[in-house]
Each structure stands twice: as structure tokens, then as C-alpha cells.
């Protein structure tokens, strides 16, 4: 019989490896041609790996949790075999709750989701594996449960993901390389909090959409510096990434050409970003060609941040909680809706007088009602 060798194949974006984080089918079964063969995780992403034929597996050549280098075998197919129809639907759910199954041993297949459309989410799992414990009842463990017990009671080990592991590498080196200088200003949101409300939208899309025009007069903040290259480059296109919190880690995808878009078009492409970011949808290329970036330290209350440089960019705008604050306003004081924004820069790139000026003025336009009005909606 012929046996055909299927390679991880190239997925772009400079990405060299790929950790296995399931398998969906195994060995014997029977494939049609595009049949999921294994979600796969990136640095940048979680994406199904598609069958390139129909026939029989009769080969994986990595287990579950393995990391494999692009162009290493994958999976083997018996491809004189007539392929047959996939056996039932798979429930559904995302691989971060996939994932979670697997470590807690619960089946998917058994389980009704409460999700909509009926997903699986991770409060069934857990609620089925809570129930599978009660089951089992003490006592049911093997031999050595109480060296196991001992054991687990002095620390509880988690596994350094793919996305964790290339996170704390590309911090470890932009703190390692890069001089990195962050400043603070207090914004007066009120302004900022009217027009927001007149959209129908969050601050942070009014604030990514402010900041690409401060870009394009500061063109030093949208910029990269590239030492290997002798040179310093400017970046025509605002391209904005959102730091997004998601159960893998922090990810950042990408709002393309800002300043082409209207604060509604902003907020819908962070929306967007931000639910496949969640449901590990991602593509590498949702991730790429960032030149800037903001993160919105406010939206888990703090009132602000120290954010880190992501590497080639020369800037990060952190967006701090907005709440009352005792403000001086010509010369009387008087609360009002304020925040704290904060802005790293690398400064090989930016001068901190440069930094400021462009910092100085992105706080005047969100400050300012007529300037804002200006924004394209």
C-alpha cells in the first residue's frame, strides 16, 4: 500500500513551530479530503490543520502537547483506501475548552451544551468533571494515591503553553534591548465620556482613532527602529494593536490603516478582533503588522499602567480606568470623569521632550469637544 507523508506545512507570518493541542482524528480512521486533522497553536493563534486528502490515517507522528517544526512529518495516510463520511458532528466548543476537557478527562461527546447554539463552555466542563469526582467517591484511586496527594499539595504545575512561552520570550527581550522611557498624563474624559455615549461606543475606540491622527503629525510615535538596517522607519499606515486578554494569554491583533476608518468602523473591528480573540479564532495575519499599540489597563480596574514595548514597535498607550476625580478647572475644583493614560516609548527613537509633545497633544484633542467633533464618526 501507498503511504503518503503530510508535513505541518508553512503557516506563515515567519512561524517556525506549532505545538499540537489536539488531535481529532486517530489512527485508523478514515478521512474526507479539508477534514480537521488537529487543532495546532501557535505563537500566534489556534488554527485547524485540514486533511490535504481522503484516505486512512495510519500514522500521527506527534503526541498531543508535542511542539513540531514546520516541513517535520505530521500525519501518514493510507491513500489507496476509499474514505468514508466522518462519524457524527463534533460538539461543539472552542479549543480552550477543548483543551480543558482533556486535562480533566471529561468527554465532550456526553456533554449537552448550555452555550448558545448548544456550545460546550467551560462551566459545563467543569461542572461535569466536578460530578465525575463525587462519582468516583473516595478510595477509588490506584496504588500510590497518597504519595500522588502529598505530592500535588505542595504546588500546583501548569504547563508552559506555546503563546506563554513566546510571550515571556519577546518581553524578556524588549526589556533586554530596547530603553524603554513611560509618562503619565491625567485626561479630563469628559469630553471624551459625551461623545462616546452620542456613538454608542466605548472610550477606547475614540481614543485609537485620536491617537492614529496624532500619529500622522508625530510620525516618530508610528515608527520603528531597525539597527540591523541603519535606519529609522515611519510607517505610513496606523496599523493599532489592542491587547486583548483571552484564556490562552494576552494577544494582540490588529486594527488595520486607522486613519482610514470612522470611530464606529474602529469600534466594530475591535469587537470583531476581540471575539475571535476569545474564541481562539485568530489567524496569524489578524496579528501582524502592528506599528503601535494600545492596551486598556481600565478595563480590569486599574487606574493605571507601566506598559512593555511590543518588539518594532516604538510606542504602547495605556488606557487607565475613567472615574470621578477632584479636578482644578479654572481654578475651581470640580469632579469629573478622569483617567490616567500612560505612554512608553522607545527611546532610541523619541527624545522624552518629542515624546511629550506628541503625548501633550493626543490629551488636547480627547480633552477638547470641538476636536473630537472633528473625528471622523
Known amino acids: 500500500m501507498a503511504e503518503r507523508v503530510f508535513a505541518l506545512p508553512d503557516l506563515g507570518e515567519g512561524l517556525e ?32 490543520i485540514p486533511s490535504p486528502v481522503a ?35 463534533r460538539p461543539a466548543a472552542t479549543p480552550a475548552v477543548r483543551k480543558l476537557a482533556r486535562d480533566l478527562g ?10 448558545p447554539d448548544g456550545r460546550i463552555t467551560r462551566e459545563d466542563v467543569e461542572r461535569a468533571a466536578g460530578s465525575h469526582e463525587r462519582a468516583a467517591g473516595p478510595g477509588t484511586a490506584g496504588p500510590g494515591r497518597t504519595e500522588r496527594a502529598a505530592e500535588r499539595a505542595a504546588y500546583d504545575a501548569l504547563p508552559i503553553s506555546t503563546v506563554r512561552r513566546t510571550i515571556a520570550e519577546n518581553l524578556m527581550r524588549v526589556v533586554r534591548e530596547v530603553p524603554q522611557v513611560t509618562t503619565f498624563r491625567t485626561l479630563d474624559c469628559s469630553a471624551l465620556d459625551a461623545l462616546r455615549r452620542e456613538l454608542g461606543v466605548s472610550p477606547l475606540p475614540v481614543v485609537v482613532r485620536a491617537l492614529a491622527d496624532v500619529c ?20 505610513r499606515a496606523v496599523n493599532v494593536g489592542i491587547a486583548t ?21 474602529v469600534a466594530a473591528e475591535i469587537s470583531r478582533l476581540a471575539a475571535l480573540a476569545r474564541e481562539a479564532r485568530l489567524a496569524p495575519a489578524d496579528m501582524a503588522g502592528g506599528t503601535i499599540t494600545v492596551t486598556n489597563t481600565g478595563s480590569y480596574g486599574s487606574e493605571f499602567g507601566t506598559p512593555l514595548l511590543t518588539p518594532g514597535q516604538g510606542a504602547t498607550l495605556a488606557l487607565g480606568v475613567i472615574e470621578p476625580r477632584a ?7 470640580a469632579a469629573r470623569p478622569a483617567c490616567t493614560l500612560s505612554l512608553t516609548f522607545d527611546h532610541r527613537l523619541l527624545d522624552g521632550a518629542a515624546a511629550g509633545r506628541a ?17 471622523p464618526r
Open 216 to 235: 500622522a503629525e508625530h510620525r516618530l510615535l508610528n515608527a520603528s527602529y531597525v539597527p540591523e538596517a541603519g535606519e529609522i522607519r515611519l510607517h
Open 359 to 375: 503625548f501633550g497633544e493626543l490629551v488636547a484633542v480627547l480633552q477638547s469637544a470641538e476636536r473630537l467633533a472633528r473625528l
Open 106 to 115: 471529561v468527554d465532550l461527546s456526553n456533554l449537552r451544551g448550555s452555550g
Open 17 to 48: 513551530e506549532a505545538e499540537v493541542s489536539a488531535w481529532l482524528v486517530a489512527e485508523g480512521d478514515e478521512v474526507a479530503l479539508n477534514q480537521p486533522l488537529a487543532e495546532v497553536e501557535t505563537a500566534k493563534a489556534v488554527v485547524e
Open 55 to 89: 484516505g486512512r490515517v495510519v500514522r500521527l507522528h506527534a503526541k498531543a502537547g508535542a511542539t513540531v517544526k514546520v516541513g517535520d512529518p505530521l500525519v501518514s495516510f493510507d491513500v489507496e483506501e476509499r474514505a468514508v463520511p466522518a462519524s457524527g458532528p
Open 327 to 333: 479636578l482644578v478647572i479654572d481654578g475651581i475644583v
Open 245 to 265: 486578554d483571552t484564556e490562552r494569554g494576552l494577544v494582540v491583533p490588529v486594527v488595520r490603516d486607522v486613519g482610514a476608518l470612522g470611530i464606529r468602523e
